[in-house]
Nanobody, 125 residues
């Protein structure tokens, strides 16, 4: 069974950057898409970005285009979320997830099978 582990969160000032990492371990019997979601206090978990198995397909939340990028390293079974020009409203727990049934890049929580524990990102003003 696959395990998902995020890292790279922390405290950053507004306008700064962070790079989140997510590594997949264990045995997964299929190709999969990888996604990032976030959840701010008192809010529902929302889609941030996703990338397909081959790395050529990406998808972003409309509000984050231009500031966030997603990439993957297939050798390391890792996916990265580069976050630039961070704003206080980006403060949230960021979760990595994988979708082993992917046909296209899902944006719903229910599209993903395995989840990490999350990493806290705090942006100060």
């Amino acid at each position: 069974q696959g395990q998902v582990v995020e890292s790279g969160g922390g405290l950053v000032q507004a306008g700064g950057s962070l790079r989140l990492s997510c590594t997949i371990s264990g045995h997964i019997f299929s190709t999969y898409a990888m996604g990032w979601f976030r959840q701010a206090p008192g809010k529902e978990r929302e889609f941030v970005a996703a990338i397909g198995w081959y790395g050529g397909d990406t998808r972003f939340a409309d509000s984050l285009k231009g500031r966030f990028t997603i990439s993957k390293d297939s050798v390391k079974n890792a996916v990265y979320l580069q976050m630039n020009n961070l704003k206080p409203e980006d403060t949230a727990i960021y979760y990595c997830a994988i979708d082993t049934h992917w046909v296209d890049l899902g944006i719903s929580v229910g599209d993903y099978d395995y989840w990490g524990q999350g990493t806290q990102v705090t942006v100060s003003s």
